[in-house]
């Protein structure tokens, strides 16, 4: 499973995460910077588990339980949130 941006949602990175932007509402969300990790993973192409992986990568103090169930919990929030759709 792969994501992608919906077309029109924009994103931005910032020094400690990531903005988007959905331009039709004119909301907007902020990111911390391991949910960037995960989503620029996920915008990249990486399986959930991939995502979860470099995750730790980033943050080694995770455990793997952490990091996938941070990730899978991210996912969730931008699927609610309607910013994403399957690619």
């Known amino acids: 499973m ?8 924009c994103a931005t990175d910032t020094e400690d995460g990531m903005v988007l932007l959905d331009e039709l509402t004119g909301r907007y969300w ?13 915008l990249g192409g990486a399986t959930p588990q991939d995502a979860a992986r470099r995750l730790l990568e980033a943050y080694p103090q995770l455990t793997a339980e952490r990091a996938a169930g941070d ?6 929030s931008l699927r609610a949130a309607r910013l994403v759709v399957s690619a």
């Open 30 to 42: 902020q990111l911390n910077g391991t949910a960037r990790t995960v989503l620029r993973a996920l």
């Open 71 to 76: 990730t899978a919990a991210l996912i969730d």
């Open 2 to 9: 792969s994501l992608a941006l919906r077309h029109d949602v």
